[in-house]
């Protein structure tokens, strides 16, 4: 395994910060997570999108993924940062891991959460996810399908792939 740091990318609520911290614990590398970046410079996320809009708060991510990247670190990013031509291009000096699912699970993991784009709930993630699914393909070094596996499965098959590059 080489010295990029490791990426993770996919859409809300698949697990990128859990699988994300255990991961980087397995790997000896530190943890980054873009949206705690965000919610430590400029608030919580919801209030981001009420006061300033989604175009401000993809201002903010595109930054905080710049700053995760200079790290040799894993590092999980928000579902909509691939949507910034200017991250995507940062993201080719990094190894990028897409965590896919085919939705079955989503659910009961976004029902606790505050997220300001699923206001229809999991018909609004099935549309954003299907919009950003060929973003997520394009970019990604290594595939993982997160819908069934267990926790330490996925981390192992990450670790195998990773391996492999």
């Known amino acids: 395994m ?3 740091p ?3 990318i996919g ?5 990128k910060s859990t699988i994300g911290k255990k991961l980087a614990r397995k790997l000896g590398l530190s943890f980054i997570d873009t949206d705690l970046l965000i919610v430590k410079e400029h608030g919580p996320i919801p209030e981001i999108f009420k006061e300033h809009g989604e175009a401000v708060f993809r201002g903010y991510e595109e ?3 710049a700053e995760a990247l200079k790290s040799q670190a894993v590092v999980a990013t928000g579902g909509g940062s691939v949507l910034s ?3 995507q291009r940062a993201l080719e ?3 990028v891991v897409y965590l896919s699912t085919n939705g079955q699970h989503m659910k009961s993991r976004l029902a606790n959460g505050n997220r300001p784009l699923l206001q229809n709930g999991i018909s609004d993630w099935k ?3 299907e919009e950003r699914k060929p973003l997520y393909e394009r970019l990604c070094d290594i595939e993982i399908d997160c819908s069934a596996a267990s926790l330490s499965k996925t981390i192992t098959e990450i670790c195998t792939k990773l391996e492999e590059l």
Do not use: F, Q
């Not at 859409?11 to 697990?15: C, D, L, N």
């Open 2 to 4: 080489d010295s990029k």
């Open 6 to 8: 490791i990426v993770l």
């Open 11 to 15: 859409p809300m609520g698949v697990g």
């Open 63 to 65: 930054l905080a993924v």
């Open 85 to 87: 031509g200017k991250t």
């Open 93 to 95: 000096g990094a190894t």
């Open 127 to 129: 549309r954003i996810y």
